[in-house]
Antibody
Framework: QVQLQESGPGLVKPSGTLSLTCAVS?????????WSWVRQPPGKGLEWIGQ???????NYNPSLKSRVTVSVDKSKNQFSLRLSSVTAADTAVYYC??????????WGQGTLVTVSS | DLQMTQSPSSLSASVGDRVSITCRAS??????VNWYQQKPGKAPKLLIY???SLQSGVPSRFSGSGSGTDFTLTISSLQPEDFATYYC?????????FGQGTKVEIK
């Protein structure tokens, strides 16, 4: 059973950079899957941020593309998210998820990131 | 971006009721729709993929139907543990997008 676990600071200052890591266990990040980030502002719906394949290929939501980087570390079986120039609008629960057959079949528990000075 | 519009945004129902939630895509997405259940403070859980396929371990009272632009999630007999928010999601083209959610509450 694949398990994912997000980690990173829970508080980021405005104009700073949000950095999160997702550790994958029970499976290999080099499997034939993409690995995604999804976020959910408090009390609101879900927004896909971007995804990466183990060869480094990535694609992003155009609404965030200029500020987002997703990367993979095969040696640690994990992938990461960086979101720059954050504002209060980036306050959300951030989830990492595995992309199965065109669906998000395994999810991390989520981590709340608050943007505030 | 492909827009996914869910209806209703919320509903009240009783245990044992049959409940249906609909999702309309802004263009044809064939059968590239998934449905998720989310409970407060928890990550979404995949229920249905490819419009009508039941994810392993999900009770058979959940079913999905539709193709093209119109899709439906049905719960045949609502159970206490089914009170949650449900989201549709299109996987036809990136950016993957979700419906706004339907909250199922106890009547």
């Amino acid at each position: 059973q694949v398990q994912l676990q997000e980690s990173g600071p829970g508080l980021v200052k405005p104009s700073g950079t949000l950095s999160l890591t997702c550790a994958v266990s029970g499976g290999s990040i080099t499997s034939n899957n993409w690995w995604s980030w999804v976020r959910q502002p408090p009390g609101k719906g879900l927004e896909w941020i971007g995804q990466i394949y183990h060869n480094g290929g990535a694609n992003y939501n155009p609404s965030l593309k200029s500020r987002v980087t997703v990367s993979v570390d095969k040696s640690k079986n994990q992938f990461s998210l960086r979101l720059s120039s954050v504002t209060a609008a980036d306050t959300a629960v951030y989830y990492c998820a595995r992309v199965g057959h065109w669906n998000f079949d395994f999810w991390g528990q989520g981590t709340l990131v608050t943007v505030s000075s | 971006d492909l827009q996914m519009t869910q209806s209703p945004s919320s509903l009240s129902a009783s245990v044992g009721d049959r409940v249906s939630i609909t999702c309309r895509a802004s263009q044809s997405i064939r059968s590239y729709v998934n449905w998720y259940q989310q409970k407060p403070g928890k990550a979404p859980k995949l229920l249905i993929y490819a419009a009508s396929s039941l994810q392993s371990g999900v009770p058979s009272r959940f079913s999905g139907s539709g193709s093209g632009t119109d899709f439906t999630l049905t719960i045949s007999s609502l159970q206490p543990e089914d009170f949650a928010t449900y989201y549709c999601q299109q996987s036809y083209s990136t950016p993957w997008t979700f419906g706004q959610g339907t909250k199922v509450e106890i009547k």
